[in-house]
């Protein structure tokens, strides 16, 4: 168990830029010891320098998550460099706009990959140690995951998919020392939300459905939502889905 001396260790994907670096910046500011994964391997590595600049214990794993075995990996490498595990943070995603009938099959299995079935292998590796640790795993959603969203609907089921993910693993181990729990933030100010575009002919009315009448969220307002259901203070939440949408989803 997790002494007051001992620092909690958490794995984090997609921890290279955007929510998953500002989940690894919230997380540095409470102590914990970080191990950071992304494919960009410069950017995590940049990602890591500025946060041990900063004071916190960081290390970086490069590798692409939508291999399963590269997701064991980088548990074992978590393990391997800190000797524990706390927190599994699955933040790490792809999203894209196409036309439903347009979708490539190619990017249809690389979007499930790595927004479905790369949190199921990291918490299927990942399991052991979190029971060990009396630890927990939060899942970063998406509004997508609550409601019909067009022009992103292979995106919309993978977040869907992870919903239950969250919803199933929390059941199957509600007597086990562990919590799991997921985040469904709405729009954010990223470089991919900034780098995204809706096909040119879509109908903007429906895309307005699920945009809301608030600006995006910075990704640290997310951040601190996932730092704070990650940590001790979080005791009681498991099984537990927390919108960050700014009311998209309220109704």
């Not at 524990?84 to 490539?104: K, S, T």
């Amino acid at each position: 168990m997790t002494g007051p001396a001992t620092p909690r260790v958490a794995l984090i994907t997609g921890a290279a830029r955007g929510l998953g670096r500002a989940i690894a910046e919230a997380l540095a500011q409470q102590g914990v010891t970080l191990m950071l994964v992304d494919i960009l391997a410069d950017r995590l590595e940049a990602t890591r320098a500025a946060l041990v600049a900063g004071g916190a214990s960081a290390a970086a794993y490069a590798t692409d998550i939508s291999v399963k075995a590269n997701c064991a990996a980088a548990v074992a490498a978590a393990i391997a460099q800190f000797g524990r595990l706390d927190i599994l943070i699955n933040a790490a995603g792809l999203m894209r706009f196409n036309h439903a009938a347009d979708v490539p099959e190619e990017e249809f299995w690389h979007l499930m990959q790595v927004n479905a079935a790369a949190p199921f292998w990291f918490a299927q590796a990942a399991m052991p140690h979190l029971l060990a640790s009396r630890g927990n795993i939060v899942n970063v959603l998406s509004q997508s995951a609550l409601m019909g969203t067009a022009y992103i609907v292979p995106y919309s089921m993978s977040k869907a998919a992870l919903l239950q993910l969250t919803k199933s693993l929390a059941v199957e181990y509600e007597d086990q020392p562990i919590r799991i729990n997921a985040v469904a933030p709405g729009a954010m100010m990223t470089e991919i939300s900034a780098s995204t575009r809706p096909p040119a002919d879509a109908d903007f009315a429906k895309i307005k459905r699920y945009s809301g009448a608030r600006p995006p969220a910075q990704p640290a307002e997310v951040a601190a939502v996932v730092a704070f259901i990650s940590s001790p203070a979080a005791s009681a939440v498991h099984g537990a889905v927390w919108p960050a949408d700014c009311g998209v989803t309220a109704g």
